[in-house]
């Protein structure tokens, strides 16, 4: 597993860009002008993500499924069975909890599934698997939080998915024996479409609910970053 998630994060930016570098600093000499090519491409690239136009735009092209309305949380029971929240990986040995816990990303997904628990009266399932082959699950990690920070109790815990896509096949694997064939997906809004569409394949209806917009508020974000920064006298962070 460490070798899959270490692949996965070479192949997507950063890591191409770090590897058109590299293949650069490489062919610097046998071939200099494709040298030249990989080295303008991986410097552009960056440069690039480092705009907030760039961010901005790439948030809106993934960010399709629109929010939720507030008005809809208590009638969400009329539309699904159940809430299937999606795990975001873990942060290890947090010195603060003396234990694994969720991520900050999974944090702000559990609140979110929470609220519409407690507004609509559905089940909650966690889905998320081992990392590294090393206990507890995500699912049990995210179960665990939301009992104890938020005083829901998850109905249950589907902890062996590794992907996306395993999430909805593992969690089909759950509730599809029990007649729960509609259900409120809670991941982020740049992951919901790829979320959606491997529930859907997995034999799912699906209402998409995601958190963490990036494109709405990226220009309020710098904006407050730079005010931030202009009271702490120290402009060189806007």
């Known amino acids: 597993m460490p070798f899959r ?3 996965k994060q070479l ?3 950063p890591g191409i860009l770090l590897l058109l570098l590299a293949l650069a600093w490489w062919l610097r000499r046998s071939r200099p002008r494709l040298a030249g090519f990989c080295f303008a491409l991986g410097l552009g690239g960056f440069w690039l993500m480092s705009l907030p136009v760039v961010v901005q735009w790439s948030a809106k092209a993934l960010e399709r ?3 939720l ?3 809809e949380w208590a009638t969400l029971s009329q539309r699904a069975d159940a809430i299937v929240v999606l795990g975001s990986g873990r942060e290890r040995g947090d010195l603060a909890w003396g234990a694994d816990q969720p991520t900050g990303v999974g ?3 559990q609140r979110y599934a929470a609220r519409l628990a407690k507004a609509s009266g559905l089940p909650i399932l966690t889905s998320g698997g081992l990392h ?3 206990p507890p699950t995500e ?3 995210m179960a665990d939080s939301l009992l ?3 005083g829901v109790t998850v109905r249950w815990q589907e902890g062996r998915s590794r992907t996306t896509w395993e999430n909805a096949q593992f969690s089909a694997q759950v509730l599809l024996p029990q007649g729960i064939k509609r259900v409120v997906v809670v991941t982020q809004a740049w992951h919901m479409p790829r979320a959606a569409w491997s529930f859907k394949q997995a034999g799912f209806e699906v209402v998409p609910a995601p958190v963490g917009f990036w494109a709405w508020t990226m220009p309020g974000r710098w904006a407050a970053g730079c005010r931030s920064s202009s009271r702490s006298g120290n402009p060189g962070s806007c």
């Open 132 to 134: 590294y082959g090393t």
């Open 65 to 67: 499924e629109p929010a």
């Open 5 to 7: 998630y270490f692949v």
């Open 11 to 13: 192949l997507l930016p």
């Open 139 to 141: 699912a049990k990690l």
């Open 107 to 109: 944090l702000e997904r």
């Open 69 to 71: 309305g507030l008005d």
């Open 148 to 150: 104890d920070d938020f």
